[in-house]
């Protein structure tokens, strides 16, 4: 029988690297087309297509991991255990997100964009008033933490159904999902798109570019996907025809972003770019999955304080990011300077703030959805 519970630390080690890539896309979005908190005076094209390029497919993947670790999570945790950690896990990192992090970001919003004209302190009494992105300042999604917003929403409304997957799982174990899987999960990704009007809170891509219903999609498809094993298999044996798909697919994709080539909702053409959209994100997903799986799946020490510092370093990084992007686009520097200079010296500060606030603080570490200190990472 093939094992179910063994750690895959390919998943891991993609955790790792694609934090990293979010880390990147988020300082390059002072210098994209699309609005932000804070946009230098030049914009680039260059940026504008690399942030297009990582935003149909970085956050799905993300999803997707997630619902593998519930996989693995609920295999050795009763519902009720898996509840109380996700509040831990997410809830308190998010409400501190909400209410200790995200004021001075939506305060420079307003200040940049020339809706506010006070101080900080003029600022905070205003932070209470309306919903942010509804018109208000309140960030009750935790502007950057809007993931674990939804993670934590979507463990509860999908935990009766993962619980089913989880008693029936067994009797599949030894199946074998042949590659039109693939094509089920990319017309189930694009039904949401076709279906749902693109302006509202549940339709609308404001979440990373996605829908809210699409990332459910995404979640509950990782977790299905890691509940067979065989169907793993097949992102090993066909990496390089996941990665042919996703090269040609996203060219197309490209011409069309390019070319500024737009089609109406509720169309032919509409329906065929939402799924060429799918098709490129789950291309692009299993290409990570099978070359990992491949290279990846190992560990090692720097695997293991990478991977305890993910979610600090996630929560922690657009509000550093903000912080120190408002002073340096406001220098006289190429987009290119800059953009260097906000990467490094962020990283710097997210990372020195890691390792010597956080890590091996008791209080820090339940505040970032961290565990007991582990010996491993305890002062000697």
């Known amino acids: 029988m093939i094992q179910q519970t063994q750690r895959q630390y390919y998943l891991d080690w993609i955790r790792v690297i694609t ?67 996700r509040v831990k896990r997410i809830l308190v990192p998010l409400v501190f997100g909400i209410f200790i992090l995200s004021p001075h970001q939506v305060y420079l919003e307003r200040l940049t964009h020339h809706q506010f004209g006070g101080s900080f302190i003029d600022f905070l009494p205003h932070y209470f008033s309306g919903w942010y992105g509804l018109g208000g300042n309140f960030a009750w999604m935790g502007l950057h933490l809007w993931y674990l917003l939804l993670l934590f929403v979507f463990s509860l409304l999908a935990l009766p159904l993962f619980l089913l997957i989880k008693k029936y799982s067994l009797k599949y174990i030894n ?44 979640f509950i498809s990782g977790f299905y996907a890691f509940s067979m094993p065989r169907i793993r298999a097949l992102w ?26 737009m ?8 329906l065929l770019k939402i799924l060429l959209r799918a098709a490129v994100c789950y291309s692009w997903m299993f290409t990570i999955l099978g070359f990992s799986q491949y290279r990846l799946n190992f560990t090692n020490n720097k ?9 600090p370093f996630y929560i922690l990084h657009q509000p550093v990011i903000i912080l120190i992007g408002y002073f340096i686009v406001q220098w006289n520097l190429p987009v290119g ?44």
């Open 303 to 311: 695997l293991k304080y990478c991977n305890e510092a993910v979610l």
């Open 337 to 380: 300077v800059k953009y260097v200079l906000i990467g490094l010296s962020s990283f710097s500060v997210v990372i020195l703030c890691y390792h010597f606030l956080i890590k091996n603080n008791s209080f820090l570490r339940f505040i970032f959805g961290l565990g007991k200190v582990r010996p491993s990472t305890e002062k000697k």
């Open 19 to 85: 934090i990293l890539l979010v880390f990147l896309f988020h300082c390059a979005r002072f210098f994209d087309y699309d609005d932000w908190h804070i946009k230098n005076s030049v914009l680039s094209a260059t940026t504008n297509t690399a942030t297009f390029f990582l935003a149909e497919w970085i956050m799905p993947i993300f999803f997707f991991i997630s619902g593998a670790g519930t996989w693995y999570a609920l295999q050795s945790k009763t519902a009720a255990k898996f509840i109380t950690d």
């Open 263 to 270: 089609f109406e909702f509720g169309s032919a053409y509409y």
């Open 175 to 218: 199946a074998n999902p042949s590659l039109f899987y693939l094509v089920g999960l990319i017309i189930l990704l694009a039904l949401p798109g076709c279906l749902l009007p693109v302006d509202g809170l549940v339709g609308g891509r404001m979440w990373g570019g996605w829908s809210m219903v699409e990332h459910l999609v995404l």
């Open 236 to 261: 090993l044996t066909y990496r390089y025809g996941y990665l042919t798909a996703a090269l040609i697919l996203t060219s197309i994709n490209m011409y069309l972003f390019l070319h500024h080539i």
